[in-house]
């Protein structure tokens, strides 16, 4: 069974930052993809950004690229979000996902290729 825990969510005012982590009891992290999606109240869960399973490519949606950066260790089996110039819109519950493909180089935004998910970690930033 994998398990996948976020942490690092938060109370910001806009413009600042946070750094989200995700912790994976697995022990082949380092064969997966990874990527973090979130949902808003009221809203569909959404692709945030991804990241091949050495880190090698990344991939971000359209409203946090220039802003997000995925990365990931894979010695601590752990990947991250870096957040910066936090917006009010950026407010949801952050999850972290594993790709379901071992071994796969393609960087799915879609939530059904993703077959284990963390708990989520609630980010509010005010304005």
């Known amino acids: 069974q994998v398990q996948l825990v976020e942490s690092g969510g938060g109370l910001v005012q806009a413009g600042g930052s946070l750094r989200l982590s995700c912790a994976a009891s697995g022990r082949t992290f380092s064969s997966y993809a990874m990527a973090w999606f979130r949902q808003a109240p009221g809203k569909e869960r959404e692709f945030v950004a991804g990241?091949?399973?050495?880190?090698?490519?990344?991939k971000y949606a359209d409203s946090v690229k220039g802003r997000f950066t995925i990365s990931r260790d894979n010695a601590k089996n752990t990947v991250s979000l870096q957040m910066n110039s936090l917006k009010p819109e950026d407010t949801a519950v952050y999850y972290c996902a594993r790709n379901g493909a071992m071994f796969s180089n393609i960087l799915y935004s879609s939530r059904a290729e993703y077959d284990y998910w963390g708990q989520g970690t609630q980010v509010t930033v005010s304005s």
């Open positions: 990241i091949t399973r050495s880190g090698g490519f990344t």
